[in-house]
């Protein structure tokens, strides 16, 4: 698909609900005792993947098309045994998080996704699982987990990573005795949120969580909101672009995932947030990001597992930064949809970017002029979301080789996105 150049962007946009919530509702949903209404669900295919799951273990969930989503739940022992292997499509948050449901199940099952999602470490799931009792066999999909009794566990986690801890959860739920996770850096807390919402026994202190056996969850009414990782695309598109401004309206500021304001902010972005309120347990709030002068900075330590998923488009906007950017303590993004330390660089450099990868993130020398190319985005939504943004101030035309995968955590993001020209 070629890449449209738009000379200035303005208006307001909302945009769709919180993929790492919109999951969480669903299951969670799933497991309690009588009917979640979930409003502002992601009708992305990941979560798309989730309820398809869930059906297959026999829970009702009944959609609108619009974001409004029903989920009959049957309680924690309610779920049946699948006919056919769980196909998670390209989510590893589908994966892990079905991994820690279905090691206490009193069923086997299996689980498999598609060729992205079966290179994807599980073991860092299975692992921790094993621990508990869990008979999982392999660590790469497909996974066979023989159901079984759980028991908890004292757990340092290895890796900063909200699907390790969540999958850890979901199994302590059905564990004898306290399962208690040591946290490395705090990562996102959707699941300990929303749990605690739902009656479950869960308590956290800075990065320790402690959950004990639930017999029983609160079926609850969810307002999804709009996926900050989806509105940092067009808070660095506003900040990019001159004569340009944008608001994003009713964007989730969970403090686990705004580094993206803090970044953006320390490198000169006018990003302005207002109408601070709080929605079904979650903060949430509109934000606007006006043209500005961006400088390098640095970037690591314990604001990367709340960034870690926008620092593509991050690196986007280091490109067009003063000075050097340099992101580290970013290994992780070695292990998502594609490996997106090697995809930026690799990409990036094809427009002329003064980029080096290195073996935790990268170093770029920015504010040099760059220039379109043919970019591959490896079938992953955020590096296809982060070169549309790349291309918009590259000398020449730019094109992408798919453009469909964002609708795995985006779909209608290129209406949205050429919608705001002007
Ligand atoms: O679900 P998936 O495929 O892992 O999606 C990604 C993404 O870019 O959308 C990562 F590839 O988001 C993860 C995120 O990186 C979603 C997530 C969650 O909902 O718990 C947590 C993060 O992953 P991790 O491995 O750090 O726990």
Known sequence: MLIHKMKRVNGVITVPGDKSISHRA?????????????????????????????????????????????????????????????????????TRLLCGILAGQPFDSSVTGDASICK?????????????????????????????????????????????????ILAALYADGETVIRETEKSRDHTELMLKAMGADIETCGLTVRVRRTNALRPQ?????????????????????PESEITIKNVGINPTRTGIIDVMRQMGADIRISGERTEGGEPVADIRAASSRLRGV???????????????????????AEGRTVIRDARELKVKETNRIRAVAEEFTKAGADITETEDGMIINGGKPIHGADFAVYGDHRMAMSLAILSQLAEGASSIDDASC????????FEDFYGLEN
Do not use: W
Not at 406 to 413: A, E, K, Q, R, T
């Open 221 to 241: 009414d969810i307002t999804v909101p709009g996926d900050i990782s989806s509105a940092a695309f067009f808070m660095v598109l506003g900040s990019i672009m």
């Open 120 to 168: 994807r470490p599980m073991g860092r799931v299975t692992r921790p699982l094993s621990l508990m009792g869990a008979r999982i066999e392999n660590e790469y999909c497909p996974l066979l987990i023989h159901g079984t009794k759980l028991h908890g566990i004292d757990y340092s986690m290895e890796v900063a990573s909200a699907q390790v801890k969540t999958a850890l």
């Open 298 to 320: 640095e970037i690591g330590g314990e604001i990367i597992p709340r960034l870690i998923d926008e620092l593509p488009v991050i690196a986007a906007a280091a490109v067009f």
């Open 26 to 94: 669903v299951m969670l949903g799933a497991l309690a005792d009588g009917t979640t209404s979930i409003r502002g669900f992601l009708r992305g295919a990941d979560c798309l993947s989730t309820i398809d799951c869930f059906r297959k273990m026999g829970i009702r969930i009944d959609e609108d098309g619009n974001g409004s989503v029903t989920v009959h739940g049957r309680g924690l022992n309610g779920l049946s045994a699948p006919q056919d292997t769980l196909y998670t499509g390209n989510s590893g948050t589908t």
């Open 406 to 413: 964002v609708d795995v955590s985006y779909p209608g993001f």
